[in-house]
Structures are given as C-alpha cells and as structure tokens.
C-alpha cells in the first residue's frame, strides 16, 4: 500500500516561519491529489491546503491564504507545506493526505491514505 511520512514540525514563535514536508511511497507512486491538514485535540480536522499533482493547481481555507503555500515534487515523491507569519491558532497537529481514486480534490474523509502527522506549536 502506500506510507506518507510527514517531517518539519516543531515549536516557533508567533511571525516565525516552518517548512513541512511530506514524503510518500508505495504500490501507487503518483497520487491525483495530496493535501495538508491539521487537528488539534478534541476538535475537528480542519483542511488547510491541496494540491493537484498534474496541473498543480492549488487550494486555500481563508485562515491560511496568503500566509502559506503547498507545493509538490513527483520526482522526489514529497509533498510541502511552507508556513509564514505564523499565528498560535495555527498550533496543531499537521497531517499529509495522498488521494488516488477521485478526477477533483475530494473532501477530508474521502482521501485514500494518511501520514501520522508532524507537531506545530507556535507561541505569542
């Protein structure tokens, strides 16, 4: 099947900026769609940002636009998330999402397989 390990979390201060990476292998080497998304604990998984791995055409929830940008490298088989003028409601738990069996970006449940997650925290 396929694995997605996520990497480049850690704890930062409220303007500071963090470079999430997202790493995929397996029997399926190119996914349609790859997205971010984050939870923090005893609340809903909120979707941050997709990306199309052919077109590479992009999507944004309001609280992130303009501050960070998904990209995606099929060579490397790696999925980013570059994350700027952070904010500590940005402090979650980031998840990397790989999907296969849907033509558009599909909403959060029905993406195929997902990464453990990589820890953000940023302080005031």
């Known amino acids: 099947q396929v694995q997605l390990v996520e990497s480049g979390g850690g704890s930062v201060q409220a303007g500071g900026s963090l470079r999430l990476s997202c790493v995929y292998s397996?029997?399926?080497?190119?996914?349609?769609?790859v997205a971010w998304s984050r939870q923090v604990p005893g609340k809903e998984r909120e979707g941050v940002a997709s990306?199309?791995?052919?077109?590479?055409?992009?999507f944004y929830t309001d609280s992130v636009k303009d501050r960070f940008t998904i990209s995606h490298n099929s060579a490397k088989n790696t999925l980013y998330l570059q994350m700027t003028s952070l904010k500590p409601e940005d402090t979650a738990m980031y998840y990397c999402?790989?999907?296969?069996?849907?033509?558009?970006?599909?909403?959060?449940?029905?993406?195929?397989?997902w990464g453990q997650g990589t820890q953000v925290t940023v302080s005031s």
């Open positions: 999402a790989a999907d296969y069996s849907n033509a558009r970006c599909p909403s959060l449940s029905d993406f195929d397989y």
């Open positions: 397996g029997d399926w080497p190119r996914p349609n769609c």
């Open positions: 990306i199309y791995t052919g077109s590479g055409g992009s």
